[in-house]
């Protein structure tokens, strides 16, 4: 039998989250700074990172006092082309919005700038901060680093978070090149996916203890949060595949995320001491590059269209009908999407039931209400 399906409004979606995240105590502006990360991940159809993550890992860890609604946003440290900001275990999508700005603010005027966070929070798709800079006519880099979750190669132990290393850069086509994605073979967000819609994950995904790969989602969730199981980096388990690439790049993200702060990393980052929950103390870096400083910015946008071009007329293997190149596939999920609004599942009309209940939000009705 099929899952029932809804959807919704993507701006009556956005004022839900934004109105939640003002129930639990997180300022107006800064919850509509939220609300529009979280509403981008929908609309580009990253839905491991959208509306799902609203209850479970921003309004529950407010509630649970291991995230704080008001950000403090405290520069540290400043120069003309760097800065170092404590956030305080803020908002993450606060934090990182203001910090990317600060490094894009900095670029325009001397080339390039860059900005390191620490005690942040989970700040959404790193592609969100990158595409900030591409509409600054600038090439964004970003990343994060996350609880532990990645086992090095070689290893069963989850020490890296999925630690995505994001790229963007401005085209001359309708949408920019986003490279956005996890250093590991998947991300905890699509295991939770896979649970929500009852669908076993493929082998390879996550090594147990025993070096043998597991495929049940709702197992791997406790697993991974006991450390009994662990993602495996991109490339897979070993080296055959060459892991230890995603291994690497992994170990990059998380010493660029702590040391260029003086942060927290690899099992700090766990979440807990003396056995009870504590904020994350998450760091994040962001590049900005200002491409008028090099070239003319239509200059850099026709090469970096016209190499996106022939990659996607090159020669297809044999029964495929078309390449793609990274941010199209986003872009067309927003074409899909964005007269429709955001998918929900069964999962997830729980979740906006709980919430809209739990926080008196009554005046949102939703299509499963008639």
């Not at 405290?74 to 082309?81: C, D, N, P, Q, S």
């Amino acid at each position: 039998m099929a899952e029932n399906q809804w959807s919704i409004p993507f701006d009556v979606m956005e004022r839900f989250m934004k109105d939640a995240l003002v129930s639990v105590g997180v300022p107006p502006d800064d919850a509509a700074v939220c609300a529009d990360v979280l509403i981008t991940s929908d609309k580009r159809g990253i839905d491991s990172h959208g509306v799902g993550r609203l209850k479970p890992i921003y309004v529950d860890r407010i509630q649970a006092g291991i995230q704080f609604p008001v950000t403090q946003f405290e520069i540290v440290k400043e120069t003309e082309t760097t800065a170092v900001i404590d956030g305080h275990d803020g908002m993450g999508h606060v934090i990182g919005r203001r910090a990317m700005q600060m490094a894009i603010d900095k670029a325009k005027r001397y080339g390039m700038g860059g900005v390191a966070v620490r005690n942040s929070t989970h700040y959404g798709i790193a592609g969100y901060y990158a595409l900030m800079a591409c509409e600054a006519g600038q090439i964004g880099i970003s990343g994060t680093n996350a609880r532990p979750s990645i086992a090095p190669t070689f290893g069963v132990e989850n020490m890296l978070g999925t630690n995505p290393l994001t790229i963007g850069c401005p085209t001359d086509e309708a949408f920019p090149f986003v490279i956005d994605c996890a250093t590991s073979i998947t991300q905890r967000g699509k295991i939770e996916v896979y649970e929500r819609i009852g669908k076993q994950m493929p082998e390879g995904w996550v090594i147990g203890e025993d070096g043998t790969s597991k495929t049940d989602p709702h197992t791997v969730l406790k697993e991974l949060v006991a450390g009994t199981a662990a993602l495996a980096p991109l490339g897979g388990i070993g080296e055959e595949t060459a892991g230890y690439k995603g291994y690497g790049y992994a170990t990059a993200v998380e010493i660029l995320s702590a040391a260029l702060q003086k942060g927290s990393f690899l099992k700090s980052l766990l979440g807990y001491e003396d056995g009870k929950k504590v904020p994350y103390h998450l760091g994040h870096f962001f590049f900005a590059i200002d491409i008028e400083h090099f070239v003319p910015l239509p200059v850099f946008k026709g090469i970096a269209g016209t190499i996106l071009r022939d990659l996607r007329a090159s020669r297809k293997a044999p029964g495929e009908e078309r390449i793609y190149t990274a941010g199209e596939k986003e872009h067309l999920a927003w074409l899909e999407r964005k007269d429709s609004g955001v998918p929900i599942n069964e999962s997830l009309r729980l979740d906006c039931d709980a919430l809209r209940k739990g926080l008196g939000l009554s005046q949102y009705r939703f299509p499963w209400d008639v």
